[in-house]
């Protein structure tokens, strides 16, 4: 059985920086593309980043370019979001999810696990 947990989440002010979490059990890492998505209140789980299976390949959402880095530590079985220069409008829970598959991808129905997310509160 594939898990994913994350962690991290929690509130900071604007402008503060966040480094979420997400350890993977159950499949082997190194094989996986890993993800991060979030979602506001009321609003559709978005994209914020894609990282490749040995990490070489990432894409990011406009909105993060630039402030957000996505990581990964296949020894850990591990992917990190780090978050800088967070504004209000980053307020979400975040989650992270797995891709059996090679391609990094941007879309939610692309990815087949999912974790059951953390909070990340912006406060102006």
């Known amino acids: 059985q594939v898990q994913l947990v994350e962690s991290g989440g929690g509130l900071v002010q604007a402008g503060g920086s966040l480094r979420l979490s997400c350890v993977v059990s159950?499949?082997?890492?190194?094989?996986?593309?890993m993800g991060w998505f979030r979602q506001a209140p009321g609003k559709e789980r978005d994209f914020v980043a894609v990282?490749?299976?040995?990490?070489?390949?990432?894409k990011y959402a406009d909105s993060v370019k630039g402030r957000f880095t996505i990581s990964r530590d296949n020894a850990k079985n591990t992917v990190y979001l780090q978050m800088n220069s967070l504004n209000p409008e980053d307020t979400a829970v975040y989650y992270c999810?797995?891709?059996?598959?090679?391609?990094?991808?941007?879309?939610?129905?692309?990815?087949?696990?999912w974790g059951q997310g953390t909070q990340v509160t912006v406060s102006s």
């Open positions: 999810a797995a891709d059996r598959g090679t391609l990094i991808q941007s879309d939610v129905s692309a990815y087949d696990y």
């Open positions: 159950g499949r082997t890492f190194e094989n996986t593309v």
């Open positions: 990282i490749s299976r040995y990490g070489a390949g990432t």
